[in-house]
């Protein structure tokens, strides 16, 4: 078992402050925003804990329960582990070099700048390589990837998957329309039929973690359709900031969260179990391109963690 997988099942819920709970609280239940939102307030949770704990004496302590914490809550999610274990890595270096609490938060603030900055750097080398397709297909809700059309200078047909359980998929239907593209929101389960109909180039999409050897979990739904468009001649293109690599996990590994049956269904089904898997894992041999700040990759892939930076 990972040292992650040991973390996850310690889960010690006191000894945060309230606002320390809350943010914690609504990252473990968000369900609209993407791995980069995760991340920027993952480092918010540890400048709370930083104003509001960096003279106590049990601070290192409080650091670490605040680390573990984050960890757990959404553990298919590396753009959190990644930012928890950076913050962690700073502050506890500076606490214990006796460092001023400003100079402290000044870096995570950078930090931040840097993951925000990384968003705006993969969407210009997707343009750089995919801006020659006419015809694209996206699933779920990425800000990288909406980056990335809102980035092109010309009208594309855009194919969009409804993205069930929540159907966020209507909001990059809508966010597309508003950048001028055209757009076709679709079921699910339509995709490899419509991929066909509409002469579909590229399946674009973001994730949520990517493996070092390019596996990639995102939304549920995302696996199938990269493999049945694969048939069809399509471009399977993977948008991802470095910092949602990780470096440690083996496919097996992984976790992949299951939410509430509530999302599928309010109705009493007697004798049914209602399994609502929210994320699926993509081999890296239905993946053609990931695409990150630093290059454009393709098998056989061996990407780099988010190194540590001089923040």
């Not at 930012?83 to 000044?106: D, N, Q, S, T």
């Not at 809700?141 to 929540?166: A, G, I, Q, W």
């Not at 049914?272 to 990759?297: A, C, R, W």
Request: glycine content about 4%; some cysteine; overall charge neutral.
């Amino acid at each position: 078992m990972s040292s992650e997988a040991k973390i996850r099942r310690q889960i010690n819920w006191q000894g945060l402050s309230m606002r320390h709970l809350e943010i914690v609280n609504e990252i473990k239940l968000d369900r609209s925003h993407g791995a980069l939102w995760l991340a920027l307030r993952s480092i918010d949770a540890f400048i709370a804990l930083i104003e509001k704990s960096w003279s106590s004496e049990d601070f290192t302590s409080s650091l670490r329960d605040l680390y573990e914490k984050l960890l757990a809550c959404r553990p298919s999610m590396s753009s959190i582990r990644n930012a928890a274990l950076m913050c962690f890595k700073i502050a506890e270096e500076a606490y214990a070099k006796g460092r001023e609490m400003k100079e402290v938060i000044e870096r995570l603030l950078r930090l931040k700048e840097y993951m925000s900055e990384s968003k705006s750097k993969v969407a210009e080398k997707a343009v750089e390589e995919l801006s020659w397709a006419k015809s694209f297909l996206t699933h779920s809700l990425s800000s990288t990837v909406l980056e990335f059309f809102r980035r092109l200078n010309s009208s594309k047909t855009v194919v969009v998957t409804e993205s069930r359980p929540l159907l966020e998929g209507l909001t990059t239907a809508k966010e597309l329309a508003s950048m001028g593209h055209k757009v076709k929101l679709i079921t699910d389960a339509s995709a490899y039929q419509s991929s066909k109909l509409f002469n579909i180039e590229v399946f674009v999409f973001g994730a949520d973690t990517v493996l070092n050897d390019g596996h990639v979990v995102n939304k549920s739904g995302t696996a199938q359709i990269a493999m049945a468009v694969k048939n069809l001649g399509v471009l399977n293109v993977v948008l991802c900031e470095s910092f949602k690599i990780n470096d440690q996990l083996t496919p097996n590994e992984v976790h992949l969260e299951v939410k509430e049956p509530s999302e599928i269904t309010t109705e009493e089904l007697k004798g049914i179990e209602i399994f609502n898997l929210y994320f699926d894992l993509t081999p890296p041999s239905f993946i053609d391109e990931v695409i990150m700040e630093s290059g454009v990759f393709k098998p056989p892939f061996r990407l780099l963690p988010f190194a540590d930076k001089p923040f």
